[in-house]
């Protein structure tokens, strides 16, 4: 799942220098373009394009499918959701719903949420990782609760909960009965992360995607197509938070 790039590099496009991973997989036909808009991973270098080659096509050819599809690339780029960055001032959902980052450098505790505001203090080249780091135990402990409840319906016991910055998917199930999520889903509305708990609770007892798969999970949540399609909408842009 967590792929390494073969290489890195940086490729001028349309007078700006964009980052791009490459990666190897055997089993691509063809060269795969793709817009990484990839957030918190530590550099900031932003935006950028991920490249899959197939067995046996040089880097080179890849970078220079690029330079082909410049204008696809550029116009992608430009249509990303907008980046927001954990600061002071920033607007950033919980549960769906905006809340506004203060940073209170004098007051005790770390981070708190009062009202629509989440509250930050110490140091201000702290308050980034300190609202990451927030979110991350919010999300383990609104998640854990979910699966506690929602395996209980199922007569299952979930195994360890996982909590991560996937970008590829939202949770999984392991074949053991590990359950993984994304902690960005703190962020979207409630009724989504019960949607993406219930999936992959269900997957304990039905490991495949099949019709029997899907009339558990809508036994488990309240609004499952509703979910659904909001995660294809606007789950990209929970990644450019942070
Ligand atoms: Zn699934």
Same mark, same amino acid.
């Given at each position: 799942?967590?792929?390494?790039?073969?290489?890195? *590099?940086?490729?001028?496009?349309?007078?700006?220098?964009?980052?791009?991973?490459?990666?190897?997989?055997?089993?691509?036909?063809?060269?795969?373009?793709?817009?990484?808009?990839? &957030?918190?991973?530590?550099?900031?270098?932003?935006?950028?394009?991920?490249? *899959?080659?197939?067995?046996?096509?040089?880097?080179?050819?890849?970078?220079?499918?690029? &330079?082909?599809?410049?204008?696809?690339?550029?116009?992608?780029?430009?249509?990303?959701?907008?980046?927001?960055?954990?600061?002071?001032?920033?607007?950033?959902?919980?549960?769906?719903?905006?809340?506004?980052?203060?940073?209170?450098?004098?007051?005790?505790?770390?981070?708190?949420?009062?009202?629509?505001?989440?509250?930050?203090?110490?140091?201000?080249?702290?308050?980034?990782?300190?609202?990451?780091?927030?979110?991350?135990?919010?999300?383990?402990?609104?998640?854990?609760?979910?699966?506690?409840?929602?395996?209980?319906?199922?007569?299952?016991?979930?195994?360890?909960?996982?909590?991560?910055?996937?970008?590829?998917?939202?949770?999984?199930?392991?074949?053991?009965?590990?359950?993984?999520?994304?902690?960005?889903?703190?962020?979207?509305?409630?009724?989504?992360?019960?949607?993406?708990?219930?999936?992959?609770?269900?997957?304990?007892?039905?490991?495949?995607?099949?019709?029997?798969?899907?009339?558990?999970?809508?036994?488990?949540?309240?609004?499952?197509?509703?979910?659904?399609?909001?995660?294809?909408? &606007?789950?990209?842009?929970?990644?450019?938070?942070?």
């Amino acid at each position: 799942m967590a792929r390494t790039p073969i290489r890195e *590099t940086t490729i001028e496009l349309g007078g700006k220098r964009l980052p791009v991973r490459l990666y190897r997989n055997k089993r691509a036909r063809r060269i795969i373009l793709r817009i990484d808009g990839r &957030n918190g991973d530590g550099d900031s270098n932003g935006d950028g394009v991920s490249v *899959t080659l197939p067995r046996g096509t040089p880097p080179e050819e890849g970078l220079k499918l690029i &330079n082909e599809k410049a204008q696809w690339v550029l116009e992608r780029l430009g249509g990303l959701p907008p980046r927001v960055a954990f600061a002071d001032g920033a607007s950033v959902p919980l549960g769906g719903v905006e809340h506004t980052i203060r940073h209170v450098p004098h007051k005790r505790g770390v981070v708190r949420r009062q009202g629509a505001e989440i509250l930050v203090a110490g140091r201000p080249e702290h308050l980034a990782r300190r609202i990451r780091d927030w979110f991350r135990k919010e999300a383990r402990s609104k998640i854990g609760r979910l699966v506690g409840d929602k395996a209980a319906a199922l007569n299952r016991t979930a195994g360890r909960i996982t909590i991560r910055d996937t970008r590829s998917r939202w949770g999984s199930c392991s074949a053991g009965g590990n359950l993984s999520f994304c902690w960005r889903l703190v962020m979207a509305p409630e009724t989504v992360l019960d949607y993406v708990v219930a999936h992959e609770v269900a997957h304990l007892a039905e490991p495949h995607h099949g019709p029997k798969f899907w009339r558990l999970v809508e036994t488990l949540t309240s609004d499952m197509e509703a979910s659904r399609e909001w995660l294809k909408l &606007n789950g990209e842009a929970l990644h450019r938070y942070g």
